[in-house]
């Protein structure tokens, strides 16, 4: 399957913990975007790169959110000190720049849960 | 800004017949795309059908169709012939056509397909 993968599927943390998740894009994509969904909510932009590079940070992404893409393939979305409203889904998707549509496409997400 | 109005929560079809999700938008892009995504109760989110603002014919994908009035700034998805499979959220996106580098979300509705 060369469709773009997400681990761990599910995370359930304490309070105050660290998490760390992995986002593995489509090979040849060079544009990653990390999303995070609510229940009953539409998917909200936190962060993209192109390449290694990120270029844009949503206001949502505090100082506890770091995002990095090292070598431009795969991605990680670290949670330091997580809280209680930082349980959500979180959306990975790759395209490809230049594509006339550049379609996004999502792995299967991360569902955090912080009690 | 960019927003994305979805105004059903929840929609009810029998298996076969068609059935009309409705989206509208606002935009202050010049050049926007418009997508279609479909989300199963596993989380992940499945690309649909695309439209981008200047295309001139509404786009298909198999049983998906989006009929998009520009003027009324609406981009409803119409699935026909649905099937069991098809029960589901469905969320309609936007973003800058070409360099989209992030998605601005509705809601999503809820379809449910009856036997």
């Known amino acids: 399957d060369t469709g773009v993968s997400q681990n761990p599927r599910h995370k359930i943390t304490k309070r105050g913990q660290n998490v760390t998740f992995r986002c593995d894009p489509i090979s040849e994509h060079n544009r990653l975007y990390w999303y995070r969904q609510t229940l009953g909510q539409g998917p909200e932009f936190l962060t993209y790169?192109?390449?290694?590079?990120?270029?844009?940070k949503s206001r949502l992404l505090s100082d506890r959110f770091s995002a990095e893409r090292p070598k431009g393939s795969f991605s990680t979305l670290e949670i330091q000190r997580t809280e209680q409203g930082d349980s959500a889904m979180y959306l990975c998707a790759s395209s490809l720049r230049g594509g006339a549509e550049e379609t996004q496409y999502f792995g299967p997400g991360t569902r955090l849960l912080v009690l | 800004a960019q927003k994305i109005t979805q105004t059903q929560p929840g929609m009810f079809v029998q298996e076969k017949e068609a059935v009309t999700l409705d989206c509208t938008y606002d935009t202050s892009d010049p050049s926007y795309g418009l997508f279609w995504y479909k989300q199963p109760s596993s989380g992940e989110m499945i690309f649909l059908i695309y439209?981008?603002?200047?295309d001139q014919q509404n786009a298909t994908e198999g049983r998906y169709s989006l009929n998009f009035q520009k003027a009324r700034k609406s981009a409803n998805l119409v699935i026909s012939a649905s099937q069991l499979g098809d029960s589901a959220m469905y969320f309609c996106a936007t973003g800058r056509a070409g360099n989209n580098r992030k998605l601005i979300w509705g809601l999503g509705t809820s379809l449910a397909v009856n036997p």
């Open positions: 790169f192109q390449n290694e590079a990120q270029l844009e």
């Open positions: 439209q981008g603002s200047y």
